[in-house]
């Protein structure tokens, strides 16, 4: 959230609606998912909204809080409120009444073919400013890397379902560019005051949305159809899961006792929910075939939940090359500065590099990157973010040029701080890394300018 405390407004943006990715329990647009609430803080009152998908059925949620920005209008100061999203637009709104500081435009948007879904028929686009990730993956668009993973990558391609933004979700599979993981992503934009440059790091993934049938509910329902309703969404029918997000199942029996994998799938851990409404026999039989692959039956299995639908998902697959890297020319990864009064790209970099390719001269492809940025009055901007390079850089704020990095012990995958003590400035870091099968640690790494009389 954002809070304005002068005017007593908290500028709130939500997620989507349950079931992410097939909605036929939730027809209509599904107010208020997806949209940013302006409400008084004191009371909880809503001021104003603006919803950015309707009826989600893509992972389109609001990444990050809004900025709070100031910007100049035909001479005056405008106080406003600027949302990323992961499609890779900004979205600008006058603080107090909610009107766009730049025009929206509702356009028609493709319907499904898939039974029991219906979809809204427009969607908003800004018309400024331009995205910063592009957002059309067409055939020109597929790696050159090598003629090998060109040539596989484009068999893939015309198997897939692929129109544009907002393609529907397919039992054939549907790519979605860009992916879950943005455009914008959680660690949220910066904006200098002093120039009215807004800062926003882009993810540019592309992911295969597919769609399977779950089983349905049954007063007697097997091990195998219960994990098959409640949890291969995520970790797949084949227990492989998309680690590190949805970590595998397979083999889980040498890792962990069946009282303790019982207790996981009965109470949940971090995103995962808890499924104590199965009753200890469907827990025990989800356990047996987790772990030993058996399917026993069992009776008393309650019926459907709120959001057990007539459609799962086959996982959140990444779309990649044979060798693992993204299936399009770069860049994989930007950072971006975008010009709030005007609406236009100040500039654009490459974010982030893999070591491995850079070793071969291929450099400065960009990388998925987790993790906001860091302006300063003195003309800094210091972001770590990028997975693989694991580094920490600072860039001219007002042209994008590196000015220092360094490598971090694990990916710095969140926003820096920085801090006076005793006079002296410093900056500090929370390196986890973790994501997209990267190292994982635990460190903060703290530098400072400095101390005072020394060069």
């Known amino acids: 959230m954002a809070l304005d405390e002068k005017r007593g407004l908290v500028f709130v943006p939500t997620g989507s609606a349950a079931f992410d990715f097939y909605g036929a329990n939730r027809r209509g647009d599904n107010l208020f998912a ?4 302006a409400l008084r803080a004191a009371t909880g009152e809503r001021v104003w909204h603006f919803q950015f998908v309707k009826h989600d059925v893509w992972d389109r949620d609001l990444p990050a809080p809004p900025a709070l920005v100031t910007v100049r209008r035909n001479g005056r100061a405008v106080d406003a409120v600027a949302q990323t999203t992961k499609s890779g637009h900004v979205f600008v709104f006058e603080r107090e009444t ?15 073919d ?6 809204a028929g427009t969607q908003p686009f800004p018309l400024k400013p331009p995205p910063f990730t592009r957002q059309w993956f067409t055939e020109e668009m597929i790696t050159r890397r090598t003629p090998e993973v060109h040539r596989a990558v484009r068999e893939q391609y015309q198997k897939l379902r692929y129109a544009g933004p907002f393609t529907p979700p397919s039992r054939e599979g549907t790519i ?9 992503e959680w660690g949220g934009a910066a904006f200098d005051p002093e120039t009215r ?3 926003v790091n882009s993810n540019e993934l592309v992911q295969i949305l597919r769609l399977v049938p779950r089983p349905p509910a049954r007063a007697r329902a097997s091990g195998r ?45 971090g995103r995962m929910p808890g499924f104590a409404h199965l009753q200890p026999a469907g827990l025990r039989a989800v356990m047996r075939y987790i772990a030993f692959g058996e399917d026993e039956a069992v009776a008393g299995t309650p019926g459907p939940s709120p959001i057990d639908q007539k459609y799962g998902i086959d996982g959140y697959n990444k779309f990649l090359d044979p060798e693992g890297y993204p299936p399009i020319e770069p860049p994989w990864g930007t950072l971006n500065a975008i010009n709030l009064d005007t609406g236009e790209i100040a500039w654009k970099i490459p974010f982030g590099e893999y070591p ?11 990388t998925d990157n987790y993790g906001g940025p860091l302006v300063t009055s003195s003309g800094l901007l210091f972001i770590g973010a990028t997975n693989y390079d694991r580094k920490f850089r600072a860039f001219d704020k007002l042209t994008g040029k590196l000015l220092w990095e360094t490598t971090l012990p694990f990916a710095g995958n969140a926003t820096p701080a920085t801090y006076m003590v005793n006079g002296r ?12 099968k990267t190292p994982a640690g635990g460190a903060y790494v703290a530098f400072a300018l400095p101390a005072p009389g020394r060069h």
Do not use: M, W
């Not at 509702?106 to 319907?111: A, N």
């Not at 949805?246 to 009282?259: C, Q």
């Not at 491995?356 to 960009?366: F, M, P």
């Not at 400035?425 to 997209?436: D, M, T």
């Open 197 to 199: 440059l807004l800062y």
């Open 176 to 184: 979605v560019f860009p992916g879950f993981d943005g455009g914008g």
């Open 356 to 366: 491995e390719l850079a070793a071969k001269g291929l450099r400065n492809t960009g």
């Open 34 to 37: 997806n949209s940013l609430l």
């Open 425 to 436: 400035q410093y900056l500090v870091i929370a390196a986890g890394g973790g994501k997209s």
């Open 114 to 119: 898939v039974d029991g879904e219906v979809l």
């Open 98 to 112: 909610g009107k766009p500081l730049f025009p929206i435009e509702y356009r028609k948007v493709r319907q499904t």
């Open 225 to 269: 159809e219960l994990y098959a309703r409640h949890c291969a969404s995520c970790h797949r029918d084949d227990l492989k899961g998309t680690p590190p997000e949805f970590p595998s199942l397979a083999g889980i029996r040498d890792k962990h006792e069946d009282g303790e994998i019982t207790r996981v799938i009965r109470e949940g851990s």
